[in-house]
């Protein structure tokens, strides 16, 4: 006799989105915006039943999408056996109650399902702080709608004097791990702060990986530097910054990073609790913003990065753009430019293109030179500590030292260079 086996239904969600002259472009769902979500559904391990996306003149203050529609969506909700509702428009702490309601499941916005994906892949304690913040901020006004039954009787019996529902309680804790995480990650910044400190005066070039999600930029990393770096073909895979040494040429060197992806409507919660890793973009050398070639949408998706850089003041940081996956580009002419490189990080193709592309925006004419300095000049040595990278130094009848050095150092020191 077999045993009756009961099938958990989890994450099984109908996502809905409306589309409406009254919302901004980012606001707004389209059906390449309900596409992503429902890959972001499917990253977060749930399962997409069905999609609805409504047209209508302006969302309804109650119910967003409307008495009629939210009844569509409860009877298929019902059918199709869902536990769950997601929007592609971000909803108010109202609209998502009333409609959790209405609809009988549980309700989240894009946002949320966002942060939830950062909860579950953040990895390292910088991370993890950053989630935990912007969580925390999201969840803050939601709070009366998860205790309404608990919410204060005003005048009621028991309720005058020092008292404090559940609900006033969960605030006050929620202010105090906000006020600790926000503290937490100024330390973050203080100690990149220093580290930054440190790369300037040793004059080590920074190049910060840019791009949208799944563009490719832990894989473009991985074959520039053989970072090892897990990359897998699904959003958000990778969160936590990773940095590594990048060596161009025999005399350029740079600390190339990769940051978190970015996404169209992406949380303000997270762009503010991660500016602590984001605010690096601002000081970086140069930027590669990695662009998926092979994805039609490439210039929408391309235009959200642009305006998140802005967004991070890292606006007039110079910028390579890098049309990754060439290899899997379906169009006509890839993109071309002066500051445009197509290549493929899975096979290689146009990697030395980009390398001397980065090397040529870093390098402005660096290079390697010995100089032969009197005794009585050695403080120039110091200088160039300071402003040059120093390989070898002996000391004989004068001081020979060999050195990577800039134009202007070269242009102050070129009595002392000798020429081969």
Same mark, same amino acid.
């Given at each position: 006799?077999?045993?009756?086996?009961?099938?958990?239904?989890?994450?099984?969600?109908?996502?809905?989105?409306?589309?409406?002259?009254?919302?901004?472009?980012?606001?707004?769902?389209?059906?390449?915006?309900?596409?992503?979500?429902?890959?972001?559904?499917?990253?977060?391990?749930?399962?997409?039943?069905?999609?609805?996306?409504?047209?209508?003149?302006?969302?309804?203050? $109650?119910?967003?999408?409307?008495?009629?529609?939210?009844?569509?969506?409860?009877?298929?909700? /019902?059918?199709?056996?869902?536990?769950?509702?997601?929007?592609?428009?971000?909803?108010?702490?109202?609209?998502?109650?009333?409609?959790?309601?209405?609809?009988?499941?549980?309700?989240?916005? &894009?946002?949320?399902?966002?942060?939830?994906?950062?909860?579950?892949?953040?990895?390292?304690?910088?991370?993890?702080?950053?989630?935990?913040?912007?969580?925390?901020? !999201?969840? =803050?006004?939601?709070?009366?709608?998860?205790?309404?039954?608990?919410?204060?009787?005003?005048?009621?019996?028991?309720?005058?004097?020092?008292?404090?529902?559940?609900?006033?309680?969960?605030?006050?804790?929620?202010?105090?791990?906000?006020?600790?995480?926000?503290?937490?990650?100024?330390?973050?910044?203080?100690?990149?702060?220093?580290? &930054?400190?440190?790369?300037?005066?040793?004059?080590?070039?920074?190049?910060?990986?840019?791009?949208?999600?799944?563009?490719?930029?832990?894989?473009?990393?991985?074959?520039?530097?053989?970072?090892?770096?897990?990359?897998?073909?699904?959003?958000?895979?990778?969160?936590?910054?990773?940095? /590594?040494?990048? +060596?161009?040429?025999?005399?350029?060197?740079?600390?190339?990073?990769?940051?978190?992806?970015?996404?169209?409507?992406?949380?303000?919660?997270?762009?503010?609790?991660?500016?602590?890793?984001?605010?690096?973009?601002?000081?970086?050398?140069?930027?590669?913003?990695?662009?998926?070639?092979?994805?039609?949408?490439? $210039?929408?998706?391309?235009?959200?990065?642009? &305006?998140?850089?802005? +967004? =991070?003041?890292?606006?007039?940081?110079?910028?390579?753009?890098?049309?990754?996956?060439?290899?899997?580009?379906?169009?006509?002419?890839?993109?071309?430019?002066?500051?445009?490189?197509?290549?493929?990080?899975?096979?290689?193709?146009?990697?030395?293109?980009?390398?001397?592309?980065? +090397?040529? /925006?870093?390098?402005?004419?660096?290079? &390697?030179?010995?100089?032969?300095?009197? !005794?009585?000049?050695?403080?120039?040595?110091?200088?160039?500590?300071?402003?040059?990278?120093?390989?070898?130094?002996? !000391?004989?009848?004068?001081?020979?030292?060999?050195?990577?050095?800039?134009?202007?150092?070269?242009?102050?020191?070129?009595?002392?260079?000798?020429? /081969?």
């Amino acid at each position: 006799m077999f045993e009756k086996t009961e099938i958990k239904k989890i994450n099984r969600a109908v996502l809905a989105g409306l589309n409406s002259p009254a919302l901004t472009p980012e606001e707004n769902a389209t059906e390449e915006s309900l596409e992503e979500l429902a890959a972001l559904l499917d990253t977060a391990g749930g399962t997409c039943l069905g999609t609805v996306l409504q047209n209508r003149s302006a969302p309804d203050p $109650r119910t967003f999408v409307g008495e009629g529609k939210a009844a569509e969506l409860r009877e298929l909700v /019902r059918s199709l056996g869902a536990d769950m509702v997601i929007f592609d428009n971000p909803l108010s702490p109202s609209q998502q109650r009333v409609l959790a309601e209405e609809l009988g499941a549980a309700v989240m916005d &894009r946002s949320a399902l966002i942060l939830d994906i950062f909860a579950k892949r953040a990895r390292t304690s910088e991370g993890r702080l950053q989630v935990a913040l912007a969580q925390y901020k !999201y969840l =803050l006004p939601r709070l009366t709608g998860m205790w309404k039954h608990l919410e204060r009787q005003e005048g009621a019996i028991g309720t005058r004097g020092p008292g404090e529902t559940q609900l006033e309680s969960d605030r006050r804790h929620i202010h105090r791990k906000i006020a600790k995480l926000e503290e937490e990650l100024r330390d973050v910044r203080r100690v990149r702060a220093t580290q &930054r400190e440190r790369r300037e005066k040793n004059e080590v070039p920074v190049v910060a990986i840019v791009g949208y999600t799944n563009a490719g930029k832990s894989t473009l990393l991985n074959a520039l530097t053989g970072a090892g770096i897990p990359a897998n073909d699904r959003l958000f895979d990778t969160l936590d910054t990773t940095t /590594r040494t990048l +060596e161009i040429s025999d005399t350029c060197t740079a600390l190339i990073s990769d940051t978190v992806g970015f996404i169209s409507k992406l949380p303000h919660q997270l762009v503010d609790a991660f500016k602590a890793t984001l605010e690096e973009l601002a000081f970086a050398d140069l930027l590669l913003h990695v662009i998926d070639a092979s994805d039609p949408n490439w $210039r929408e998706q391309s235009a959200v990065v642009d &305006r998140l850089i802005q +967004e =991070l003041g890292a606006g007039e940081t110079p910028r390579l753009e890098v049309f990754n996956k060439c290899d899997k580009f379906v169009g006509d002419i890839l993109p071309r430019g002066e500051d445009m490189v197509s290549v493929s990080a899975k096979t290689g193709a146009g990697l030395d293109t980009l390398l001397s592309a980065i +090397e040529k /925006r870093l390098d402005a004419g660096t290079r &390697r030179v010995e100089l032969s300095l009197p !005794y009585d000049k050695g403080g120039i040595l110091d200088e160039l500590y300071r402003e040059a990278r120093v390989e070898q130094v002996e !000391y004989g009848e004068t001081i020979a030292v060999t050195a990577v050095c800039a134009p202007k150092t070269l242009g102050r020191l070129g009595e002392y260079v000798v020429e /081969r």
